[in-house]
Nanobody, 121 residues
Framework: QVQLVESGGGVVQAGSSLRLSCAASQRTFSRSAMGWFRQAPGKDREFVVAITWTGRPTAYADSVKGRFTISRDNAKITVSLQMNSLKPEDTAVYYC??????????????WGQGTQVTVSS
């Protein structure tokens, strides 16, 4: 069974930066799109961004555009999310996901367990 394992969450102050990473346990995902979703308390899970296996990012969610950057390392089968200028509204559980793209949207067939990001004001 494919596992996606996130790391890098934490508690930071507004304006700070964090870098999330996600490692896939199987090489079969080296050619899958990978990406990030997030879910804030009381809200639906939100698509943040994904990246193709060739390294092309999809469109970013408007709420993170210009502040977050996705990247991947196919040799290590990892995807990272650099989050700058964090805001309290970025507080959420962030989930790594892998699967096919439908247009600019990721259709996950594998999920990580999630990592908490808390941004204090």
């Amino acid at each position: 069974q494919v596992q996606l394992v996130e790391s890098g969450g934490g508690v930071v102050q507004a304006g700070s930066s964090l870098r999330l990473s996600c490692a896939a346990s199987q090489r079969t995902f080296s050619r899958s799109a990978m990406g990030w979703f997030r879910q804030a308390p009381g809200k639906d899970r939100e698509f943040v961004v994904a990246i193709t296996w060739t390294g092309r990012p999809t469109a970013y969610a408007d709420s993170v555009k210009g502040r977050f950057t996705i990247s991947r390392d196919n040799a290590k089968i990892t995807v990272s999310l650099q989050m700058n200028s964090l805001k309290p509204e970025d507080t959420a559980v962030y989930y790594c996901a892998a699967g096919p793209l439908l247009g600019e949207s990721l259709r996950p067939n594998a999920w990580g367990q999630g990592t908490q990001v808390t941004v204090s004001s």
